[in-house]
């Protein structure tokens, strides 16, 4: 036998192995799929996919076939997102507000292929998720600008889900209208009492008028019934292009670093996080009606080396001037460090919950 036959023969063979491995390895992408459908997490994590490149590419002791084994091992999970995102289309998504708001672009920037169902406000998108109606939700958290979103605050202590990931999602805010309207002829602004707000100085220094609308996408819907080139809505550019508008102006928000974090919310709560100094945790809880309970549990968290990122208090609606505290914590809580803290603060809080466990990775949500 030549050389030539015999190479040919051991690809074959070698070959025969690896389809049986990469379907193996495929059905392991199923149960990740169903994971993340559970928990509501995104395909994509870019951390754990550098993580295994890194560690695999050790494996090949040929420098020169490594490199080619990195480009092989990129393709090979790029094949397995592709596989998970088709599993995954059958998500159901839940938000708040219509096509084209800031929570419907999150919501499909996070979930690229799921089904997105619109929900008329916080409370039934979160609603939807509890009974199984609906898988996930993606609901706003907090602004840069405005503050935190109360509503949703109080049904992360009230509620029975869990956040598995918090994004960030860059707010710009543009001006559009019917096609061919001018900026030169624009005489009323159309949109939500905060997007107007956002846009307080430039819509002044243009002399519009203003007009309060439900929501910044409905504001561009009602634009493109009216068909009046003196009528714009402030709304985002995906609002534009669902409801055949242009873009007059773009970024018009006086603030060009106005910041949404929207959380995902789900029935169980995530057991692939937690265990990394930099992974981030939410815990919500009421302290006891003693003497420096509050400074107790504060510097419980301090002590046992975990890093505070954010703190907000919320008035009670059952109970007048009692509040729930919401804190953002990092490191690994799940480890035996958490686990004690978790033990020390019940001797100073009443009710305590881990309402959050997830990656501090993958946090932007870019276009």
Same mark, same amino acid.
């Given at each position: /036998? !030549?050389?030539?036959?015999?190479?040919?023969?051991?690809?074959?063979?070698?070959?025969?192995? /690896?389809?049986?491995?990469?379907?193996?390895?495929m059905h392991? =992408?199923?149960? #990740?799929a169903?994971?993340k459908?559970?928990n &509501?997490?995104?395909?994509?994590?870019?951390?754990?996919?550098k993580?295994?490149?890194?560690?695999?590419?050790?494996y090949?002791?040929?420098?020169?076939?490594?490199?080619?084994?990195?480009? *092989?091992?990129?393709d090979? /999970?790029?094949?397995?997102k592709?596989?998970?995102?088709?599993l995954?289309? &059958?998500?159901r998504?839940?938000?708040?507000g219509?096509?084209?708001?800031?929570a419907?672009?999150?919501s499909g920037?996070i979930f690229?292929?799921?089904?997105?169902?619109?929900? %008329?406000?916080f409370?039934? =998108?979160?609603?939807?998720?509890?009974?199984?109606?609906?898988?996930v939700?993606v609901?706003?958290?907090?602004?840069?600008?405005g503050?935190e979103v109360?509503?949703?605050?109080?049904?992360? *202590?009230?509620?029975?889900?869990?956040?598995?990931g918090i994004?960030?999602?860059?707010?710009?805010q543009?001006?559009?209208?019917? %096609?061919?309207?001018?900026?030169?002829n624009? $005489?009323?602004? #159309?949109?939500?009492p905060?997007?107007l707000?956002?846009?307080?100085?430039?819509? $002044?220094k243009?002399?519009w008028?203003?007009i309060?609308?439900?929501?910044?996408?409905?504001?561009?819907?009602?634009?493109?019934e009216?068909?009046? %080139?003196?009528? =714009?809505?402030?709304?985002?550019?995906?609002?534009?292009? #669902?409801? &055949?508008?242009q873009v007059?102006?773009?970024?018009?928000? !006086?603030?060009k670093?106005n910041?949404?974090k *929207?959380?995902v919310?789900?029935?169980?709560?995530?057991?692939?996080?937690?265990? $990394?100094?930099d992974?981030?945790?939410?815990?919500?809880?009421?302290?006891?009606?003693?003497a420096?309970?509050?400074?107790? =549990?504060?510097n419980?968290?301090?002590k046992? &080396?975990f890093? /505070?990122?954010?703190?907000?208090?919320? %008035?009670?609606?059952?109970?007048?001037?009692?509040?729930?505290?919401y804190?953002?914590?990092?490191?690994?809580?799940?480890?035996?460090?958490?686990?004690?803290?978790?033990s020390r603060?019940?001797?100073?809080? !009443?009710?305590?919950?881990l309402?959050?466990?997830?990656?501090?990775?993958?946090?932007?949500?870019?276009?």
């Amino acid at each position: /036998m !030549d050389k030539l036959t015999r190479a040919r023969e051991q690809i074959n063979v070698i070959d025969r192995k /690896m389809a049986e491995l990469f379907e193996k390895r495929m059905h392991c =992408a199923e149960d #990740i799929a169903s994971y993340k459908i559970e928990n &509501g997490l995104p395909i994509f994590d870019s951390s754990r996919e550098k993580a295994v490149i890194e560690r695999n590419s050790e494996y090949i002791e040929n420098d020169v076939i490594r490199e080619y084994y990195v480009n *092989f091992l990129q393709d090979l /999970m790029d094949t397995s997102k592709r596989y998970q995102e088709r599993l995954l289309s &059958g998500l159901r998504v839940a938000y708040s507000g219509t096509e084209g708001a800031f929570a419907y672009i999150a919501s499909g920037r996070i979930f690229k292929n799921a089904n997105l169902i619109s929900y %008329p406000n916080f409370s039934a =998108a979160y609603s939807a998720v509890e009974c199984g109606e609906c898988d996930v939700a993606v609901l706003p958290l907090e602004n840069s600008y405005g503050g935190e979103v109360g509503q949703v605050s109080d049904m992360i *202590f009230s509620g029975s889900l869990y956040i598995n990931g918090i994004y960030e999602l860059l707010i710009t805010q543009e001006l559009v209208g019917v %096609p061919g309207a001018k900026l030169s002829n624009i $005489k009323k602004v #159309i949109s939500h009492p905060q997007a107007l707000s956002q846009c307080a100085e430039h819509i $002044k220094k243009m002399g519009w008028e203003q007009i309060q609308f439900e929501n910044t996408a409905l504001a561009a819907k009602y634009v493109a019934e009216k068909k009046d %080139p003196t009528l =714009a809505a402030i709304a985002s550019e995906e609002s534009a292009s #669902i409801h &055949g508008l242009q873009v007059i102006e773009s970024q018009i928000n !006086d603030n060009k670093t106005n910041v949404t974090k *929207f959380g995902v919310f789900s029935r169980s709560l995530n057991s692939s996080c937690g265990t $990394k100094k930099d992974d981030r945790f939410i815990l919500v809880f009421t302290v006891k009606n003693e003497a420096g309970a509050l400074a107790e =549990a504060m510097n419980v968290i301090g002590k046992m &080396g975990f890093n /505070m990122r954010a703190i907000r208090s919320r %008035p009670m609606k059952d109970l007048v001037w009692q509040y729930h505290f919401y804190v953002e914590c990092e490191g690994a809580v799940r480890s035996d460090s958490g686990s004690e803290l978790l033990s020390r603060l019940t001797a100073f809080c !009443d009710k305590l919950k881990l309402s959050g466990v997830y990656s501090s990775q993958n946090t932007f949500l870019a276009k």
